[in-house]
């Protein structure tokens, strides 16, 4: 199989446009990896990616992508501080706590982070999008853990904002 220049460039401006920050294709022989904040960093859970179409698969998951979630919403639950904001999943998926297995976390609880802080990944069929803070200020609590499966706006972490 193979890939025209044009068919490149349109993957490209799809996931120039989506909600993904990075995205990992593979399809037979073919391997496209493009990222909008740098360089992709390699994961040791990296496998090959079987699609049941070979340019349909990845077009409808990056189009379908939902709008990130107003990242920071109050909270007001029983029991935690007031003033606290959530940060929420912008999609479904396995959240991971570190760019790979071993590596220290993005965040823990008492880090002070800015809002273009990346606080964890959420991987979608080995496709992997960095989940940004968008709220300066620091990490009151982690709410879940790594491995965990998180649905759309799930809250992810609390944070006492700066200011």
Known sequence: ???????VREIL??????????????????SIAASKSGPLRQTA??????AAEPMAAPAPAAAAAPEPAPAAA???EAGEEEGLVEVTAPIVGTFYVAPEPGA????K???????????????VMKVFNNVRAEQ?????????GNGDFVEFKQPILLIRPEG
């Open 45 to 50: 859970a990296a496998a090959p990616v079987a």
């Open 109 to 123: 609880e008492g880090d002070v982070i800015d809002a273009d802080t990346t606080v964890g990944i959420i991987e």
């Open 136 to 144: 300066k200020g620091t990490v009151v609590r982690c709410l879940v």
């Open 1 to 7: 199989m193979k890939l025209s220049h044009e068919e």
């Open 74 to 76: 109050p909270v007001a």
């Open 13 to 30: 401006s799809i996931v120039e446009a989506s909600a993904f920050d990075s995205i990992e294709i593979k399809v037979g022989d073919i």
């Open 104 to 107: 220290d976390p993005f965040v």
